[in-house]
């Protein structure tokens, strides 16, 4: 672990930061490091609401910290000195619990920092900006395949109960849409949300080695894969689909609660039948704290293709 990393976690370990500065509610991962607050994933969704100027989140957990935004956290000394002055004169009965609607924590979170209603009077706190940072020097060093595809950004999504981290490992034995090969990309849908990976040029057994993101909202459904063939002049032809089913791995996640609990083992079980995709059964196992599956996937409606995932799941 970097030090960054280590002075953030340490902050977090506060007292005073194990709980929400919004909402109270326990154990919050997300914060703000344009305000100094840790957050909640459901007062998440407010800060977003309110724009990367007034409020920037990240996930304590999934995003990469610059020490710029470490330093300003550290620099306001947690929730309980952020509410020294964002809090100093809350009526009674205004700040939500844990389990105030979206509705009356997204008006609290706008009144406290955008409105800075609850300030001394006569106080008013200009936005901080914190640094952007600086642009990578020529020389350091970026695999090539994640250069044209920024990190993907954990998404807070209101309503959200966690995260999965799907690494696109590779596909073997694509289908020729072009002359010869074909250009490769994947695409994973969740509900709404899409990612995707980057094309591979003229590749038939691509290596992408790729994370994508996806945010799990409560009423979540399969994960749907679709590989398309990059097609410069006109629209992408599809090379294959499959569906994930993803109940296996958060029925059995959530069974377990914190996974850093428990030792390596597996925990459930998403099994090969002629209604899936599946090559082989695919278990659900806890490896170093962090529940995982490996998922091997026959490419359905088209000649031929496999791909090659693993998941992760990112409690909230
Ligand atoms: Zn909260």
Same mark, same amino acid.
């Given at each position: 672990?970097?030090?960054?990393?280590?002075?953030?976690?340490?902050?977090?370990?506060?007292?005073?930061?194990?709980?929400?500065?919004?909402?109270?509610?326990?154990?919050?991962?997300?914060?703000?490091?344009?305000? +100094?607050?840790?957050?909640?994933?459901?007062?998440?969704?407010?800060?977003?609401?309110?724009?990367?100027?007034?409020?920037?989140?990240?996930?304590?957990?999934?995003?990469?910290?610059?020490?710029?935004?470490?330093?300003?956290?550290?620099?306001? +000394?947690?929730?309980?000195?952020?509410?020294?002055?964002?809090?100093?004169?809350?009526? &009674?009965?205004?700040?939500?619990?844990?389990?105030?609607?979206?509705?009356?924590?997204? %008006?609290?979170?706008?009144?406290?920092?955008?409105? /800075?209603?609850?300030?001394?009077?006569?106080? %008013?706190? =200009?936005?901080?900006?914190?640094? /952007?940072?600086?642009?990578?020097?020529?020389?350091?060093?970026?695999?090539?395949?994640?250069? =044209?595809?920024?990190?993907?950004?954990?998404?807070?999504?209101?309503?959200?109960?966690?995260?999965?981290?799907?690494?696109?490992?590779?596909?073997?034995?694509?289908?020729?849409? &072009?002359?010869?090969?074909?250009?490769?990309?994947?695409?994973? /849908?969740?509900?709404?949300?899409?990612? /995707?990976?980057?094309?591979?040029?003229?590749?038939?057994?691509?290596?992408?080695?790729?994370?994508?993101?996806?945010?799990?909202?409560?009423?979540?459904?399969?994960?749907?894969?679709?590989?398309?063939?990059?097609?410069?002049?006109?629209?992408?032809?599809? !090379?294959?689909?499959?569906?994930? &089913?993803?109940?296996?791995?958060?029925?059995?996640?959530?069974?377990?609660?914190?996974?850093? !609990?428990?030792?390596? !083992?597996?925990?459930?079980?998403?099994?090969?039948?002629?209604?899936?995709?599946?090559?082989? &059964?695919?278990?659900?196992?806890?490896?170093?704290?962090?529940?995982?599956?490996?998922?091997?996937?026959?490419?359905?409606?088209?000649? =031929?293709? !496999?791909?090659?995932?693993?998941?992760?799941?990112?409690?909230?």
């Amino acid at each position: 672990m970097s030090s960054g990393k280590k002075k953030l976690k340490d902050l977090l370990q506060q007292s005073d930061n194990r709980t929400c500065a919004d909402c109270g509610a326990h154990d919050p991962k997300w914060a703000s490091p344009t305000i +100094g607050v840790f957050i909640c994933l459901k007062c998440c969704g407010g800060h977003r609401l309110l724009g990367p100027n007034i409020s920037k989140v990240l996930s304590v957990t999934i995003d990469e910290w610059t020490d710029e935004e470490i330093d300003a956290m550290i620099e306001v +000394g947690g929730n309980s000195s952020a509410n020294a002055i964002y809090e100093a004169h809350v009526p &009674d009965g205004v700040k939500p619990g844990p389990d105030a609607s979206s509705e009356q924590r997204n %008006k609290y979170i706008r009144s406290k920092y955008e409105h /800075q209603e609850f300030l001394k009077p006569g106080l %008013k706190i =200009s936005n901080r900006s914190v640094p /952007q940072p600086s642009p990578p020097k020529e020389n350091s060093f970026h695999a090539p395949s994640s250069s =044209s595809n920024p990190t993907p950004k954990p998404e807070c999504l209101d309503g959200a109960i966690g995260h999965l981290k799907i690494t696109v490992l590779q596909g073997a034995n694509l289908a020729v849409r &072009d002359m010869l090969s074909s250009d490769p990309y994947v695409v994973l /849908q969740l509900g709404e949300q899409k990612a /995707q990976t980057t094309i591979m040029r003229s590749n038939l057994n691509p290596i992408w080695n790729e994370d994508l993101m996806l945010a799990v909202p409560e009423d979540y459904g399969p994960v749907k894969l679709q590989v398309f063939d990059y097609d410069r002049f006109s629209a992408d032809d599809i !090379m294959g689909e499959a569906e994930i &089913d993803i109940a296996p791995m958060l029925t059995s996640a959530m069974a377990y609660g914190d996974a850093s !609990m428990f030792g390596d !083992m597996q925990i459930g079980k998403w099994l090969k039948s002629h209604d899936n995709a599946l090559l082989e &059964d695919s278990t659900v196992n806890i490896v170093d704290g962090k529940v995982k599956q490996e998922v091997s996937l026959q490419l359905q409606n088209v000649e =031929s293709g !496999m791909i090659y995932l693993e998941i992760e799941w990112i409690p909230p």
